[in-house]
T-cell receptor, first 113, second 115 residues
Framework: DGGITQSPKYLFRKEGQNVTLSCEQN?????MYWYRQDPGQGLRLIYY???????QKGDIAEGYSVSREKKESFPLTVTSAQKNPTAFYLC????????????FGDGTRLSIL | AQSVTQLDSQVPVFEEAPVELRCNYS??????LFWYVQYPNQGLQLLLK??????LVKGINGFEAEFNKSQTSFHLRKPSVHISDTAEYFC?????????????FGPGTRLSVLP
């Protein structure tokens, strides 16, 4: 079955350490997204990519970086510059037509040791 | 720009009772509308969407929603809830006319179904 795979499901980071969250999709979707979810705040867009080798900052990009070298993959790096990285991170993908919904992975929960 | 309001952050309801989760949006352009459900420690799943045509749309798990253009609302309803409906529900919009425009999500409503 097609879908989005996020790994790992749980991740722990030490202070000053960069970590990378994986997101892979086999839905042949052009667009991919990273969201951060904190309790009571809904989803906030970190980065998005409409095509390979191109991506744009979302609302809260500071302290994060991404790459889009392949259509299927959109990894997110949480850098040491992100001072409050503890959150639930969701990856999503969609076709580019506006009426197409987003499909989501099961998320990665990042915690600071 | 678009914005989505979900006025009720939490809705407790007894099992087998009806429920309505409210969603209002603001947009200067026409939008498509979506409802998603999120179970604990999982991603979001699409419940239903309004694209055009009949303003009453039916989705999975017995949910339905009604689009009201004059009130810019897209409320979600279920006539009889189950314990398994306990989850967080998100309303989202996406502009119709701009190719590749992003989704805008509401803050979510946590539905708790009580036995």
């Amino acid at each position: 079955d097609g879908g989005i795979t996020q790994s790992p499901k749980y991740l722990f980071r030490k202070e000053g350490q960069n970590v990378t969250l994986s997101c892979e999709q086999n839905l042949n979707h052009d667009a991919m997204y990273w969201y951060r979810q904190d309790p009571g705040q809904g989803l906030r867009l970190i980065y998005y990519s409409q095509i390979v080798n191109d991506f744009q900052k979302g609302d809260i990009a500071e302290g994060y970086s991404v790459s889009r070298e392949k259509k299927e993959s959109f990894p997110l790096t949480v850098t040491s510059a992100q001072k409050n990285p503890t959150a639930f991170y969701l990856c999503a993908s969609s076709l580019r037509q506006a009426h197409q919904p987003q499909h989501f992975g099961d998320g990665t929960r990042l915690s600071i040791l | 720009a678009q914005s989505v309001t979900q006025l009720d952050s939490q809705v407790p309801v007894f099992e087998e009772a009806p429920v309505e989760l409210r969603c209002n949006y603001s947009s200067s352009v026409s939008v498509y509308l979506f409802w998603y459900v999120q179970y604990p420690n999982q991603g979001l799943q699409l419940l239903l969407k309004y694209l055009s045509g009949s303003t009453l749309v039916k989705g999975i798990n017995g949910f339905e929603a009604e689009f009201n253009k004059s009130q810019t609302s897209f409320h979600l309803r279920k006539p009889s809830v189950h314990i398994s409906d306990t989850a967080e529900y998100f309303c989202a919009v996406r502009p119709r006319d701009n190719y590749g425009q992003n989704f805008v999500f509401g803050p979510g409503t946590r539905l708790s179904v009580l036995p």
